[in-house]
């Protein structure tokens, strides 16, 4: 197989559904319905932080047409934690379907279910709850003060995580320079343009039956089961359509309460939420506080780096432990420095929930560290491009904690292709005509390739041919409109010689297909096309044994091309995988069938750099990015028209994050900025000009050498244009987003 | 309960409406138009667009009566049978669907540009866009097939 050309892996390819998408006939969760369904709207909390003192839910259950009511008083009170991944996994439980306390604006009060949308939301309105206010907090590090409301029993700090390397202390004494940052990132949402919706229906037997656009069925299986004491054999989780996820689908935010209301009416119940509910109440990036201590020489060396954050972890416990952890792993992979410290501290406030989002951590981690360095690099005289060319680790360079190999990090690569594609060097640093400032600038950034080394990383899959040489895959893996399925269908149509549009695939469903720890973690590419792999090369085998016998040949000359068994001595002696299929049936009676899992082998990491261009006008405080170019280190691109799509996507969003996104409160905890007119992602029209580039010097363990780029791609994004908009006005700015309001006040103290 | 007729992709729909019932909520919950998408529900996203009289309209924000009288495209009606039309063909192959929420609308809007001007620049699209948000291509890819199909329905490619 090595060295041979490849056929199918490498090409550019439409993902598999996109004519049912093109056509509106794919069914997403919203679109679908089931005879006598009912409608259920939940009851969100308009306190920050209160005891629910009196609920009276009875003209609510009077009304004609509702059929269940549910409050904390007849729910099951099973503590559980929304972001759990497997059986054992041991994170904090904070959440219950409902309880007596609210802890946020949007957090759960009751929920209805009813014949029609009308009367549940009619039936919403007649709940009367009385509230007795408790003192709230908002900020993560009022919060950790003496003092601070208590938002769970045990106090606000949920833990303390630290990791570290060398001697950060004595290295910091010993630099020529030391240099410090307090720099702060807001909570943004995920937007996917799909708010969230499930359905779930109870039949005769006991059996429950969820249909969400999830990215983990297997661990919402486990939730479910729990929470509503069910034998995991009744619970069946099944994933439609996902209108975009982002890691907001993740965790199980209304699942759990919409089957319970399924289980208690005995009939199909589905939920929608409408985008105020999906901003307010979901999920959000985690917000943080960083303070930084970097140790330089006058070479620019980095010799040392301290990070302290503090993190905005909201009103109940979800990721915060996984986000926290995941933030301190990321800053040890990208720069020869010796000796680092990462100390990670995720903190409950009254506050939306805080959970996964694309990146998880390494956009606030890279943000806050890029922004820093800039800084540090200008202090220094030094151009940014020759800081990171200096600092940055090279292919055989290790993780500074256990000395272990990086696999094939190529950050250097990106940087020069990236900055020779950008004409960095010879391009104006800042620019002035008039009220308008441009101005350069470049971050890089990584991420990971699955959960190798934090817990179990293992997809399993099922692969079998059809008489005509055709396959069926059944897999696991929750597409998002991101590719990966169609990637899979790549790779096993390399090794097994078939067209990928030939192989048919049913896809994440507890029930059809084999278990998978869930998509997330970027482990689409590394870990579930390596799955799509080895399950390929098990069929293969047996093809090939069949073949053997069928045209009297040795296994070990045989070869699947194009759709044939052929020899490679006699190119004459062929046959049709069809013929060879049918000869296994017809003679030795059997099936061509594989069942595989594979289990993660490495921790590898992927790399980009991003260069942009702004333009500031000093007048209203407004930036727009010009001119954009985005380098990725992907090891071997699949599908490269959708790695670029990634990218591209990606980009979109680390501006927002930059520039014009972030949850705003008011005094009281309420989110103002609850709808798309106020919440302000990026449009077409404030796209820059955008080149990507890929870089493809392959990563062992990984598919062909593939690794990931789904959350890698949006790490670099909002530091570069933090840093462009800081070099164009000369003004270090240390608190996203730059809002114009922001950048104003900063020209005002500037004069 | 009032019984209005509405022509949606070349057929007559009668049905019984309440006033304050939006298009948006008759496509998809009675008549089960579900390729339009709803995202918002505050005219802000683009995913419900539909055409209406040849204009690519939010049809969260329009009454079902209203909309009496008046010639309604949704995204069911853009392909010819099974045979794709090319602004869809276009999306396809260039990479432009990913998610897919937000594509019915996308193509709507495109319908109705590359109706009114067959050779849009680049900063017409994006402005034809305006009311279409993604989060998932950063809109490079669609704008992209966008170009490829407005140069194909010129029969330049």
Known sequence: MKNKKLVYVGNNRPIRDAALKVTGQLQYTADMK??????????????????????????AEALPGVKAVVTYKNSPRIPYNSSMRFYEHKIPETEYLFDDTVRFVGDRVAAVAAESLEIAEKAIRLIEVEYEELPAVFDP???????????????????????????????????????????????????AIETHVAIATYDSRGKLTV???????FAFRIIISKVLEMPMSKVRVVRPAIGGAFGGKLEAVIEPVVALLAKMTGRPVKMELNRRESIVSTRTRHAGVFYIKSGVNKDGTLVAQDFRVILNTGAYATSALNVSGAMSHKVF????????????????????????????????????????????????NMDFVDFQLKNLVEPDGVDPRFNSPHGNPRPLDCVTKGAEAFNWASRPKTEEQGRFKRGIGMAIGSHGNGCFGAHRDVTAMVLKMNEDGTATLFTGTHDMGNGTVTAETQVIGEILGIDPENIECIEADTEATPWNLGDYASRGVFVSCNAAKKVAESVRREILKEAAQLLEVPVEELDLVGGYAVSTKDPEKKAT?????????????????????????????????????????????????????????????????????????????????????????????????????????????????????????????????????????????????????????????????????????AIQVQK | ??????????KEYEVAVKKNWTLLYVLREVLDFTGTKCGCNTNDCGACKVLIDGEAVNSCVVLAHKAEGKNIITIEGIAEGSKLHPIQEAFIETGAVQCGFCTPGMIITTKALLDQNPSPSRDEIVQALDNNLCRCTGYVKIVEAIELAAKRLRGEA
């Open chain 1, 577 to 745: 995988l069809c013929d060879v299929i049918v000869h296994g049936q017809r003679v030795n009676q059997r099936e061509i069938i594989g069942a595989e899992t594979f289990a993660s082998p490495a921790g590898v990491t992927s790399y980009g750099a991003h260069f942009a261009e702004v333009e500031v006008d000093t007048e209203t405080g407004k930036v727009k990015v010009l001119d954009y170019v985005a380098v990725h280190d992907v090891g071997k691109a699949i599908n490269p028209m959708y790695v670029e799509g990634q990218i591209e996507g990606a980009v979109q969003m680390g501006i927002g994050y930059a520039l014009t996104e972030g949850l705003e409160l008011d005094e009281k905890g309420k989110v103002t900025n609850n709808s798309f007119k106020k919440y302000h992602m990026l449009k077409a029209s404030e796209m820059p000009r955008m080149q990507v580039l890929l870089v493809e010097e392959g990563e062992e363990p990984g598919p062909f050498g593939a690794k990931s780029i789904g959350e890698c791609s949006t790490v670099p994004s909002a530091p570069a244009v933090v840093n462009a908009v800081s070099n164009a006005l000369g003004i270090d700015f240390k608190d996203l987003p730059l809002k114009p309001e922001r950048i104003l006040k």
């Open chain 1, 211 to 217: 249909y969400s656009p999830n990215q983990n069925t």
């Open chain 1, 34 to 59: 089931f005879p006598h369904m009912l409608y259920a709207k939940m009851l969100f909390s308009p306190v920050a932080h209160a005891k629910i003192k009196k609920i009276d839910t009875s003209k």
């Open chain 1, 141 to 191: 590090e009022e919060a950790l003060k003496e003092g601070a409301p208590e938002i769970h029993p045990g106090g606000n700090k949920v833990a303390e995580i630290k990791t570290e390397a060398g001697n950060v202390e004595e290295a910091l004494a010993q630099a020529d320079y030391v240099f410090e940052d307090r720099i702060t990132v807001p909570a943004i949402h995920h937007c």
């Open chain 2, 1 to 10: 309960m009032q019984l209005i007729k509405l022509l949606i992709n070349g």
């Open chain 1, 333 to 380: 992979k990208v720069y020869k420095t010796k000796h680092m410290r990462f100390t990670a501290t995720p903190v409950y406030t009254n506050t939306p929930i805080a959970g996964a989002m694309r990146g998880y951590g390494s956009p606030q981690a890279f943000a806050a560290q890029q922004i820093h360095l800039n800084r540090v690099a200008k202090a220094l």
